[in-house]
């Protein structure tokens, strides 16, 4: 019988917490490992929605050593109503395990596989990894600060007792000013609700993994990231290696026609609101944001 071909090539499978966001700076650090590293990369997106136009645009145009793969959508059916965006997202990932476990089996005979690489939602997909005896590697998108408060939040949840807003003292964040319990991300602002759960969960994951990269630099954020590089046991070494953005982002006539019409309008008259590229509005929620436009009085 003729021998499976192994390709030599090291090959990293990459999974981004769903969001546009969250895809386009792994996309960016996706392109350095293949050009400055000569990796081949699988793009693992997971999701409980169709592919949406917004993230098709940021697959395009890549080196063919980057393979997009969109995950069979998953089910939110059996969730309560109106469930926090961060819930959904890392739900998104935990219910898609299964599909990144075959692709492993899929990938693990025919490539070198040497690296799971997932953002600070995604780290379920840890266990896939490590079931594989793959290294894996977390990539934290956000800010140092947020880093290392994430890094420290499983030691809070342990010591503050309530709600870190009730905290009557300042919370002490490695290499950061300190702040008011109240100061905190939402999410972590009802301690009962499932996206703190959660969030905590994937915090307490951050240890597993082998290394950490940072998407961002020295010169922006030099204390925190001066605490984060200090070893400490248990602590994954940290990596700044950004700032990660997306260079070549295209003009295209949706764009311009947007563009075209803001510098028709009155100085400082327009207000932009963004929802991000997962959120959405209710009917009654959308009803009552036109109407308090209507009722302002000023142009709709």
């Not at 960016?28 to 699988?42: C, D, G, I, M, P």
């Not at 248990?234 to 019409?261: F, H, Q, T």
Request: aromatic share 8%; hydrophobic share 40%.
């Amino acid at each position: 019988m003729e021998a499976l071909h192994v390709d030599s090539q090291p090959h990293l499978v990459i999974v981004p917490s769903p969001g546009v966001g969250h895809l386009i700076p792994l996309v960016e650090f996706a392109k350095r490992l293949v050009s400055l590293h000569n990796f081949s990369v699988t793009i693992a997106i997971p999701s409980n929605i169709p592919p949406t136009k917004p993230q098709r645009a940021v697959l395009t145009d890549l080196p063919s050593t980057i393979q997009p793969l969109f995950l069979p959508p998953i089910s939110f059916n059996d969730l309560p109503e109106n469930p926090k965006i961060e819930t959904i997202i890392i739900l998104s990932v935990t219910r898609s395990v299964p599909f990144l476990r075959d692709l492993f089996k899929s990938l693990i005979g025919k490539t070198h596989l040497a690296g799971l690489i997932v953002d600070h939602f995604s780290t379920d997909a840890f266990d896939v990894a490590i079931e594989f005896d793959v290294p894996c590697y977390l990539f934290f998108p956000p800010s140092a600060m947020n880093l290392s408060f994430a890094l420290q939040m499983p030691s809070l949840d342990q010591i503050i007792a309530g709600e870190y807003r009730d905290h009557p003292e300042l919370i002490q964040i490695p290499g950061c000013i300190p702040i008011h319990g109240k100061e905190l991300q939402e999410p972590t602002q009802d301690r009962s609700d499932d996206a703190y759960k959660l969030l905590l969960h994937n915090c307490k994951r951050y240890r597993m993994a082998d290394t950490i990269f940072l998407n961002s630099y020295p010169e922006l954020e030099p204390e925190a990231i001066k605490a984060l590089l200090e070893e400490k046991p248990g602590k994954p070494p940290v990596y700044p290696i950004g700032p990660l953005v997306r260079k070549d982002c295209s003009e295209n006539e949706e764009r311009a026609d947007c563009l075209k019409w803001l510098d028709e309008q009155p100085k400082e008259s327009v207000l932009f609101v963004s929802f991000g590229s997962r959120g959405a509005l209710w009917r009654d929620q959308i009803n009552e944001l036109a109407l308090g436009l209507e009722m302002s009085g000023q142009r709709c």
